[in-house]
């Protein structure tokens, strides 16, 4: 159960994290003027696309992922 948590909050911040960069991108090209996009060669039409293309969607982590594993300092004790 706890396998289960620790993958959906790491899933969670994944994804956040994500969507945090695609927006920070989106809003910077959006600053833009239209002659500044131009010149790199965008329109206004394509700043979307570019930012979700920019980053990679980050992969979904699964309970199985996460191993526990005892101490070794607390063998023979325990």
């Known amino acids: 159960m706890i396998n289960k948590i620790r993958a959906f909050v790491a899933n969670v911040k994944a994804s956040l994290e994500y969507r945090s960069s695609v927006n920070q991108t989106i809003k910077e090209l959006h600053e833009l003027s239209d002659k500044e996009l131009w010149d790199i060669g965008i ?11 920019s980053y990679t969607k980050p992969k979904k982590v699964k309970a199985d992922d996460y191993r526990v594993t005892a101490n070794d300092n607390l063998k023979g004790f325990v």
Do not use: N, P
């Not at 329109?43 to 293309?53: K, L, P, V």
């Open 43 to 53: 329109t206004r039409g394509e700043i979307f696309d570019i930012a979700t293309s």
